[in-house]
């Protein structure tokens, strides 16, 4: 599994992780963050958030993140 660029030391890319709204389609920021390079590795699940911009909650999984710096 390994590949030859991960091995590579670099700075960590730290990313913000967003939501798309369902009802609005605008982002939404989680408050959680991630590194970049652990992201592909990091199972998300069963995360929900209250939606400023509709004020429902969403359940959100990996297949709706959005990454921002
Ligand atoms: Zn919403």
Known sequence: MNTPAATAKKTPMI??????????AK???TGLTIDEDLYAD???KNHKLTC???Q???AWTKKD?????
């Open 15 to 24: 990313k913000r992780i967003l939501v798309r709204c369902p009802a609005t």
């Open 27 to 29: 982002l939404t920021a």
């Open 42 to 44: 990091t199972p998300l």
């Open 52 to 54: 400023p911009h509709c």
């Open 56 to 58: 429902q909650v969403h």
């Open 65 to 69: 993140v959005v990454l921002a710096r």
